[in-house]
């Protein structure tokens, strides 16, 4: 019997191919260097490798502007190094999810370049045009990246809407004839034996709502809305997208979702409503920022947020719908950087933030560099940086006044990049990621983190966040259990219990660098505790009724009801 919930009991490996392992010394990852590290990824135990985009690009956002949806990019390689990759992939016990990235393409893509020529051709209406004068955009929407949504362009004179950079044009999802050049792709490649598709933005593919019609742009009518993502016909598409393609294949597919909230991730989620298995929401990533402000704009975590936010995602979709859990990602800087401790209690407070997630109810995903505690990257100046959304930033507060000591600060702190260094496999020239000049500089750290050192050391990050996998596979009460929020006052502990009928895990987090008290639930008893899982070494022999934690420890004890 085919197991359509399979992506439950998963756990997701991201890999970032470009700073993942370089093959030919180009300076730049490519598909035959993940060929070479599969066997570390199946030491791992991981169950599904989740490949940022490898599809022909420009590379303005370092892949994520697709120029051409049925080839790869030259740097990564070729078609036959894909095929043989997913071929080992398979062999190994290891699924493939590929990004989708279809809210925009390159304005290099072959649909653009039609579009562009003019008024009336074919593919004309694949893109969102507005007519407008040169010096005033059709709204006033700002981009993700910085700037107006809006690029004018002269051959037409006319705008096309681009929701990130100018050279990501966004496509016309109202078009009918563009979704089904959407799902043609996705068979093509499912065809080809991926197992799903991770979907960029994909809750900022409906425009209509908020946008005039281009008629009343002409007559000058035009009244526009600002814009915001999650629209209603977001639902019809997911819902067109599973009956035209995804229900005709066992896949896992997961929606990074921009302002989603928990009621509309129900709705995304739920089996019954035949849409996605779940979204990547941002709220606990917006945690450390100013409320109101950008994500440039800091302030320290509350652990009583970070509580309430992840418990409020896990009671709303425990019985409809299914959590994500991620703490990285290519677009998130390292979380023990962020909300773990990079210096003397590196390697405890990454394990704590390990066990934390896992132990939820969802799917986990593991971005690369995480399971053995990568940290974010402190460049000397911005032109040692990459990534558009960091030099966009720079640039414009740059241009406002702000003070270079305090935008490097936050650059230090988010910018992507910090995700971004290459992987470090080993204390070698470039931590043993190229033999070349790598395409972004590695991490200094490299000598001391890094993967080599980590398999050696039976007590590293790495051999903890092997455990945590093996646990879920082999407990259904990770998997299925009931989540219940315990010492909810506590400022310094983060702890839960899972419950699946008799048997109930304690799951004991001190997110801080200071020795904290956990008094245990009158309602859980411990007479036969078993600890499954620790940071420190744990004695089952002490006094469990008030268990006195070392700075940022863990521990999970499986225990039962009273």
């Keep these: 019997m085919t197991d359509h919930n399979w992506w439950k009991k998963s756990v997701v490996y991201q890999i970032y191919p470009r700073s993942f392992m370089d093959s030919n010394g180009d300076g730049i990852g490519d598909l035959q260097g993940i060929r070479s590290k599969l066997d570390y990824l199946q030491k791992l135990g991981v169950d599904v490798v989740w490949l940022s985009p490898v599809y022909k690009s420009p590379n303005c956002d370092n892949g994520y502007d697709i120029s051409d949806y049925r080839d790869i990019m030259d740097e990564f390689g070729t078609m036959a190094d894909w095929e043989a990759l997913i071929s080992d992939m398979h062999h190994k016990g290891i699924k493939l999810v590929m990004d989708l990235v279809v809210n925009h393409s390159s304005d290099e893509h072959a649909w653009f370049i039609e579009s562009r020529k003019s008024k009336d051709n074919p593919k004309r209406d694949y893109y969102i045009w507005r007519p407008g004068d040169k010096d005033t955009p059709p709204t006033d929407w700002g981009a993700m990246f910085g700037g107006s949504t809006w690029k ?55 425009k209509k709502e908020f946008l005039a019609p281009y008629e009343d742009f002409v007559n000058g009518t035009a009244v526009n809305k600002p814009y915001k993502p999650n629209s209603p016909r977001l639902h019809d598409f997911l819902q067109e997208m599973n009956r035209e393609v995804l229900s005709k294949y066992n896949t896992i597919t997961v929606g990074e979702c921009v ?80 909300f773990g401790h990079d210096g003397k209690y590196r390697v405890i407070s990454a394990k704590m933030l390990g066990t934390l997630l896992h132990m939820m109810k969802g799917t986990p995903y593991i971005y690369q560099g995480e399971e053995i505690g990568m940290t974010n990257i402190k460049f000397k100046t911005v032109n040692d940086y990459n990534d558009i959304e960091t030099i966009n930033m720079y640039n414009e507060r740059v241009g406002q006044g702000y003070n270079e000591p305090d935008i490097m600060a936050s650059i230090y702190a988010k910018s992507r990049d910090n995700a971004r260094t290459p992987m470090q496999w080993n204390g070698t020239d470039h931590a043993g990621f190229t033999t070349g000049t790598p395409w972004l500089k590695v991490n200094p750290n490299y000598e001391t983190i890094n993967a080599e050192q980590a398999l050696k050391d ?102 039962r009801q009273k």
Aim: net charge negative.
């Design 152 to 206: 004018y362009d002269e051959l037409t004179g006319e705008y096309y809407l681009h929701m990130f950079a100018d050279k990501q044009p966004d496509l016309n999802w109202e078009n009918e004839q563009v979704r089904k050049e959407v799902y043609d792709m996705m068979a093509f490649w499912l065809d080809k034996g991926v197992d799903g598709f991770r979907m960029d933005v994909i809750n900022m593919i409906s």
């Design 259 to 338: 302002d989603i909230n928990a009621e509309r991730a129900q709705l995304v989620t739920a089996e019954d409503r035949h849409e996605l298995n779940m979204v990547f929401q941002f709220e606990h990533m917006s945690l450390d920022q100013q409320p109101g402000k950008s994500k440039w704009d800091l302030k320290p975590l509350d652990l009583m947020d970070l509580k309430e936010n992840l418990s409020k995602w896990q009671y709303q979709l425990s019985e409809r719908g299914w959590n994500s859990l991620y703490w990285n990602n290519h677009d998130q800087p390292r979380i023990v950087s962020r």
């Design 458 to 559: 039976p007590d590293s990050i790495f051999y903890h966040y092997q455990k945590l996998i093996r646990l879920r596979k082999e407990l259904p009460v990770v998997v299925y259990g009931q989540y219940d929020l315990i010492a909810k006052e506590h400022p310094d502990i983060f702890a839960y219990t899972r419950t699946l009928e008799d048997t109930v895990l304690v799951v004991v987090n001190n997110f801080h660098d200071k020795e904290a008290v956990f008094e245990w639930p009158s309602h859980i008893s411990h007479d036969d505790a078993d600890c499954l899982i620790s940071n420190y070494p744990f004695d089952l022999k002490q006094d469990l009724s008030s268990i006195k934690l070392k700075p940022y420890e863990s521990f999970v004890l499986k225990c």
